[in-house]
């Protein structure tokens, strides 16, 4: 009931703009709790659009809103906009309490997903139900269509818009915590509104016409037909003639959730290139999914088959790494909504079904998955598959579609985590294997793809490896997959005379014989439909199981191998350099070379990484020969042989290359090997060693002193050095040991310019820059300082330490060979 004085809804309007630069978040939703409580809906009616986009932002990106996907749990703020928004909160009750004066709002076309603006740019109806009935025709023409959403939808559509709004965060700031305002509001919408226990709470708020009422809902009739599954007609529905509903009341016990899953699902799924939708062009697939209705329901009325709503399109969309997590928790709360069905209602067929006292809410969780989110979900990951960066971003595209094939994980059964490991997949989970075929096989194989040009040294990328081949190997998941192949290969010839004409029953004088065909000739059909509706008609499965994708898995066994030497390499590297820096090192018995660090021995790739990553390709292989059933003799030997190769280069080979004019050239061979961490160039200083940049363990002033002192020497005598290193008896050796470079003896293969740098640089000449380190320093003092105790002046230590250091020399001249070979 609005008060007398109240405020018109201009000025209303103009001062929740106001507010929103001159009010701190708290009193503007203390003002806003107020509002909503005391103004009617006709006043709330016009600020609802602006206040949406005051929240969630505008949807071209230039209105940030509260950005909920920056507010994390340490803000002062977080609490507030939860309470806020929450489903029972404030903002839903002016959803609701506009829904019931049934308001539209508008949203133009071309902020839809690629496919539903491109079929109703070309004036054809889309085939999600949730467009239906709600486009805008204006006098300008079909570019400017509208959306009229009511207001439920509107808040949704802007909600999870905001996910894939491209903004420009602050330096620093990412958007992609688990802990954010959007996730968690994002998790809590899922839980309110699709709840595995229990049904959807009513509305809280009412107004004064009782309650509020549900938007136009489906036709009991078609039910979730329509979703999904494209419609058998062979005549597309043009955007003019847009099909009325009739309400089901038993329906608008759900359609809010019908709404929620719509909009998550077409926002942020319904993307894909246009390669992708070229293969989905099918005029055969609507012959097979007529089939298959018949099969199915043989109690619906005939329909001539048809091709459905295809249509050209194409769309530039990169998902970020937060957009994948949030789909990953849609994917999991969705198997967890569809796996709290009633075990009587999962049994039951779709026939029985419609005539047995279920609920909506039922009925939702029986084909949520299947209709609402198995082919865009499909289409997203391989889209991400194929685009993502070969780093270890892509553990969350991985997890969320590990998510989705193992639906079994997610029942709310409590287990071991021990147990839970080798836990046999239970039969009943057959079907939907079966009927989400290429999930497992196709973006495996697009898997294996990446895998081989992984870079599998680093432990992140090889626990990805590991996460896969684990999954795959879980018991009765390979039958299971190879069943699901079987029956898409079946000829289609030996389909028909399988298929009985009539479906009777025992009692109707049918036999149970012709029942159990009736079963597999469905499956064969819900499987070829399943991967016709994918990939098209025309697509070329390759089995996973097959003799090509076994040669592609013995592949990646191999890159498997050589990482794991890789890795061994790299260890067995920094191992020698951590002994080369122990405690005798201290008194220059260690390797002086300031090049000693191997080039692959990064932070993330060293130490304790690197064990991690032996272990993951280790139980990688295991679990590769456990899906395969590979003969461990044959992958035994190829690791042997591999190995053996690897020893005979002494494990420094180079990556493949040519020579060129003007040194070597990369093949693409080459290139892999090093993407891979296969092989790696011995990168070494080639410059003049004196002018080095200066170390941390070193005296900056000391070096450049020492420099200057050491280049005199080297340009007064450098003649008289010369001729002592040249000399071939034992004089010369000791000239050499102090004098020369210890590189000089490697050889290493260099570009024309570095070869002729180093002629100028090898050059016999006396280094000093020892002595500006810190080591040497704290050793002189060391040494002088036990002198003093030993009653030795400056001079007489001094004298000792050069003694000492040329009876040393002495002793690498005359044993350095053997010591080496030793």
């Known amino acids: 009931m609005a008060a007398p004085t109240l405020q018109q809804p201009s000025f209303l309007l103009a001062n929740l703009k106001a507010d929103t630069f001159t009010k701190p978040l708290l009193q503007r939703c203390q003002d806003l709790v107020k509002i909503i409580d005391d103004y009617p809906a006709k006043e709330l009616h016009a600020i609802f659009p602006c206040l949406v986009e005051t929240v969630f932002g505008s949807l071209d990106g230039i209105i940030a809103g509260w950005n909920l996907r920056l507010l994390h749990s340490r803000s002062n703020e977080y609490n507030i906009v939860l309470e806020f928004l929450k489903p029972s909160g404030p903002m839903m009750k002016l959803v609701y309490k506009l829904q019931a004066e049934e308001y539209k709002y508008e949203i133009p076309v071309n902020y839809l997903p690629g496919p539903v603006k491109a079929c109703i740019q070309e004036g054809v109806l ?19 269509l509208n959306l009229a959403l009511n207001p439920f939808e509107f808040f949704m559509f802007n909600f999870a818009y905001c996910l894939i709004t491209p903004k420009s965060y602050p330096q620093g700031q990412q958007g992609s915590s688990t802990d954010s305002a959007y996730f968690v509001l994002v998790d809590t919408y899922l839980k309110y509104f699709l709840p595995s226990e229990g049904s959807v709470p009513p509305s809280p708020f009412s ?90 329901m043989p109690c619906q009325p005939y329909a001539p088959p048809g091709s459905g709503t295809r249509h050209t399109y194409q769309e530039p969309f990169s ?18 909504f569809s796996n709290s069905l009633k075990p009587e209602q999962l049994s039951s067929s779709p026939s029985a079904h419609s005539h047995t006292h279920t609920s909506p809410l039922e009925e939702f969780k029986r084909v949520v998955v299947q209709r609402f989110v198995q082919q865009k979900l499909y289409l997203f990951l391989q889209n991400c598959f194929g685009h993502w960066p070969l780093d270890a971003s892509f553990r969350a595209v991985l997890e ?102 009539g479906y009777l029953t025992p009692s109707q004088g049918g036999s149970y014989v012709s029942s159990r065909q009736r079963v597999v000739t469905d499956m064969v059909f819900r499987v070829k439909s399943h991967v016709y509706a994918l990939e098209g008609q025309d697509c070329q499965y390759k ?44 008194f220059g018995l260690g390797s002086s070379d300031h090049n000693n660090t191997f080039n692959g021995a990064e932070a993330e790739d060293s130490g304790e990484c690197l064990k991690k990553t ?36 002494n494990g420094k080979q180079l990556p493949d290359c040519i020579q060129g004019e003007n040194g070597l050239i990369l093949t693409d061979l080459g290139r892999k090997q090093i993407i891979s961490g296969l092989r790696r160039f011995d990168i070494r200083y080639q410059g003049d060693p004196e002018l080095q940049p200066i170390r941390s363990y070193e005296n900056a002033l000391l070096v450049r002193l020492l420099y200057r002192i050491s280049s005199l020497i080297n340009d007064r005598f450098g003649g008289h050095m010369n001729a002592l290193c040249s000399r071939p ?56 300082a036990l002198g003093a105790v030993l009653s030795l002046g400056p001079v007489s230590s001094t004298l000792l330490i050069l003694s000492g250091g040329f009876l040393l020399g002495l002793v690498m001249t005359l044993f350095g060979d053997k010591l080496k070979k030793h």
């Open 126 to 144: 889309p085939d999600c139900p949730l467009f239906h009935n709600k486009l805008q025709f204006p006098l300008s023409g079909l570019l400017t």
């Open 207 to 296: 107004d004064s016409r009782g309650s509020v009422t549900a938007p136009s809902p489906r036709s009991s009739s078609v039910s979730f037909a329509g979703y999904g599954v494209h419609s058998p007609s062979l005549l597309k529905h043009h955007i003019f003639h847009q099909p009325s509903v009739n309400a089901d009341p038993a329906a608008q016990e759900i359609w809010r959730s019908e709404t929620l899953l719509q909009m998550f699902v077409e926002i942020w799924l319904h993307h894909y290139s246009l390669e992708m939708y070229q293969k989905l062009q099918s005029p055969q697939l609507a012959l097979l999914q007529y089939r298959l209705s018949m099969s199915s």
């Open 319 to 336: 998902p970020t790494e937060e957009h994948v997590l949030v789909v990953r928790l849609l994917v999991k709360h969705l198997h967890a």
């Open 400 to 501: 969320t579609w590990l998510s989705y094939i193992q639906p079994w994980r997610y029942t709310g059964e409590k287990t071991n985590p021990q147990q839970d490991q080798n836990r046999t997949v239970p039969d009943k989970w057959e079907s939907f294997v079966q009927e989400n075929l290429l999930m497992y096989t196709k973006l495996f194989q697009v898997f294996l793809n990446r895998a081989v040009r992984t870079d599998l040294v680093n432990a992140k990328n090889a626990l990805m490896v590991f996460r896969v081949a684990k999954v795959f190997a879980q018991p009765n998941l390979a039958e299971m997959i190879q069943k699901g192949e079987q029956l898409f290969l079946e000829p289609e010839h030996v389909l028909h005379h399988r298929q009985p004409r």
């Open 543 to 586: 089995q996973m199981f097959g003799t090509e994708l076994r040669g592609a898995v013995m592949k990646l066994i191999q890159i498997i191998a050589q990482a794991r030497q890789t890795a061994k390499r790299i260890s067995d590297h920094s191992s020698v350099a951590t002994a080369n820096n122990s405690f005798m090192s201290w």
């Open 614 to 649: 032996h272990e993951f390709l280790d139980r990688a292989l295991e679990n590769l020969c456990q899906i395969f059933k590979l003969n461990q003799g044959q992958l035994t030997q190829l690791i042997s042989n591999l190995g053996s190769s690897e020893d005979d280069g």
């Open 729 to 784: 008896d034992f004089l010369g050796r000791l000239g050499r040991h102090y004098l020369a470079d210890p590189d000089s003896t490697t050889q290493l293969k260099q570009s024309p310019l570095s070869r002729r740098t180093l002629e100028r640089n090898r050059q016999p000449r006396l280094s000093l820059r020892p002595l500006a380190s810190y080591r040497t320093i704290l050793l002189l003092l060391i040494f002088y």
